[in-house]
């Protein structure tokens, strides 16, 4: 059951590529694969990890799945206590795991993204002049910005802003902070349980502000889920979107982070190419080319 652990991972990994080496069709010794798998973890790969597990199923229906989300931590907890095969990690494993022996398979990038309500009152200036690093610092970390209107320059705009943040210890969390120059014990708001909350939050709420990894910001279609809008961050701070900043579709957000445009993930992650470098290894690996 172990080495048919190990093969799904590397599976899980180069799920894109598989098919043009046939790596499914059977196991090494030739006889179909059959078990049970238990993985758990980041929200962030979850919608992922079930798609990945439907279509492993298809070719593989004697192998079956136990899929939860609740967090990076909970999965890696879940992992090294031996109540899951396999943890959905969505940071770096710390030395102090890896001397209990967890490894890496990177499978995806990602990134978060600043998400607020629809009905924001300021939305007829916010998405065309964006957000800026340093007022998502004073909106986040500081608490210096209050108001929706000292957030685009109109002073007369004097609701609240209403700050959410993540109450799990979790990637996206540790991510953003570190965009703004932080740790995630260092975010201001009302803390909301994982990616789902969080939406829910902001989508509840019109002068809510939060954040999401990319697989939420946008949900399942192509845009924002309904009722909310991702902010474009004003990198250059001139005080409008640029049209490399203006990620309006999944399509775009997805293209912007693979190729580093995106200010996030901040440095110390796998990167892109370490991450091809390391699928090509697997492709050799496992499919002999």
Known sequence: MKKLFRFLAAMLLIALIVTACGLIA???SG?????????????????????WAEEFQTLNPNVHFDITSGG???GMEDMLAGKVDI????????????SQGAYTLPVSKDAVFPLVNAQTPVFDDLPAQGIT????????????IKTWGEVIGRLEVTDEIHVYTRSDICRAAATWSLFLGGVQDDLLGKGKFGDPGMVQAVQKDALGIGYNNLIYAYGLGDVAPQGTVTLPIDLNENKQSDPDEILDTRQKATAAVASGLYPAPPPGSCTWSQMENRMAWY??????S
């Open 31 to 51: 006889e179909p694969l059959k078990g049970n798998i238990s993985i758990s973890g980041a929200f962030a790969l979850y919608p992922l990890m079930t798609r």
């Open 72 to 74: 990076a931590g909970k």
């Open 26 to 28: 059977s196991s090494r």
């Open 133 to 144: 690093q340093h007022t998502l610092v004073k909106i986040f970390i500081t608490g210096e």
């Open 87 to 98: 943890a959905m990690l969505s940071r770096p494993v710390t030395a102090r795991e890896e």
């Open 283 to 288: 492709k050799r690996s496992f499919c002999g």
